[in-house]
């Protein structure tokens, strides 16, 4: 999920959904929004202001009495708010959560915290509660709230094929919504492998749809213990070839770590010869979050070292045609005949630059560091030279 504050709660039970607007609206144009006033409009007097037709009150400070309506106040920060944010309001926890915000280049919908892996290095890690009928009911209206469709947008997880028939649900919600959206949906591609489910997801029916799909090693038992789920890698081959027979767009996804780096030029000939099909291959750095600081030992590789091997696997897929990319990676780790496949990939929710990169001649063109890498990044990184950039570019 996004960013989140706290705040104190009063007048409502369960969750309030709405747009946040800073500036008074008409009656009539009130019904999808949130009152907001934030640091810089406070004091307020809740009792004098016309409240009437909002969903919520959202207030930084305190604002003396108690709302006509539902509300929270007395948020721990709010500098992250914006007017237009889209953003859900918790009464048991006081949370606030962003959950779209509409001058981001990447927008994502979470439905479930749900996975049938459990990947040594996950990002978030799965939770075993049936979360799928609430995110599923809070995604639908969040699509109907969003004032103008995205040019991207990613369905993400847990593993969004346990929906089950809610999946189709949301994706013919957002084929009415958003048809011209591009849609990337990550998923481990297990749910695929039976013919009928990947009939069944060409029946939801958006025209713009394309899946990422990770696969970790040319071998199963790599792959498996990666993800940590017996069968997988099997069931995820499977699930590229029916995906491929019935038209879906593909992409493989390989995050680089201490695990998969010794194969990584094996994975790539093993894509060639047995994934001609995919329309992507991205090759992705180490996320220092979730399930990867307690296995950083098993994990954990400079990308400094492993130049070579990363290398080896672009040249081989590029020399062959095969469209591939270089995700979460610093251009002064990479040799710079490998920035060409370097994009700016990190969510401007998550990215950073370091103290280092400040005086760096290529900040505007390196996709940078997730906020976490604080903690943990590459020895190895410095400024470069605006003059070397004709040597990768």
């Known amino acids: 999920m996004r960013l989140t504050t706290t705040g104190r709660v009063s007048g409502f039970e369960g ?4 747009i946040l607007t800073t500036k008074d609206r008409a009656p009539g144009e009130r019904a999808k929004h949130i009152r907001f006033v934030s640091s810089q409009e406070t004091p307020f007097d809740s009792q004098r202001a016309d409240l009437t037709g909002y969903r919520a009150l959202l207030v930084h400070d305190e604002s003396g009495h108690p709302a006509a309506i539902p509300s929270v106040q007395a948020l721990r920060e709010s500098d992250h708010l914006r007017h237009g944010d889209i ?7 006081g949370l606030v959560r962003s959950l779209y915000r509409p001058y981001e280049e990447h927008h994502h919908l979470l439905v479930t915290e749900r996975c049938n892996s459990n ?3 996950c990002s978030q890690p799965p939770k075993d509660r049936d979360d799928v009928d609430a995110l599923t009911a809070r995604n639908l209206e969040l699509i109907d709230l969003i004032p103008e469709p995205p040019p991207y947008l990613t369905i993400t997880g847990g593993e969004p094929t346990l929906l089950g028939e809610k999946l189709f649900t949301l994706i013919k ?3 009415e919504a958003m048809p011209k959206t591009e849609l990337h949906m990550l ?3 297990r749910s695929l492998a039976w013919p009928e489910y990947a009939r069944r997801f060409v ?3 958006h025209p713009n749809i394309s899946l990422g799909i990770p696969l970790y090693a040319d071998v199963a038992s790599v792959h498996d213990y990666v993800v940590q789920a017996r069968g997988a890698f099997d069931q995820t081959m499977m699930g590229f070839h029916q995906a491929a027979r019935h038209g879906i767009r593909l992409e493989v996804r390989v995050v680089l770590h201490k695990l998969t780096i010794p194969r990584l030029v094996k994975l790539a000939e093993y894509i060639y010869r047995n994934l001609t099909f995919v329309e992507h291959i991205a090759l992705m750095g180490l996320e220092y979050t979730g399930y990867t600081p307690r296995n950083i030992e098993k994990l954990w590789i400079d990308p400094y070292d492993y130049r070579e091997e ?6 081989f897929l590029a020399l062959r045609n095969m469209p591939v990319s270089i995700y979460n990676h610093q251009l002064c780790v990479l040799k710079p005949s490998l920035w060409r496949y370097a994009r700016k990939s990190i969510s401007d929710w998550k990215l950073l630059y370091l103290q280092e990169c400040a005086h760096c001649g290529l900040k505007g063109e390196c996709g940078g ?3 976490w890498a604080v903690k943990k990044h590459s020895a190895h990184i410095h400024p470069l030279s605006r003059h070397t950039a004709n040597h990768g570019f």
């Open 187 to 189: 998923t481990n591609g």
């Open 310 to 315: 990363l290398g080896e696997a672009v040249e």
């Open 119 to 121: 990947c040594l290095m």
């Open 203 to 205: 029946a939801a029916g």
């Open 15 to 18: 969750s309030i959904l709405g």
């Open 369 to 371: 560091f997730f906020q």
């Open 173 to 175: 919600r957002l084929n």
């Open 87 to 93: 953003v859900v309001l918790e009464s048991k926890s």
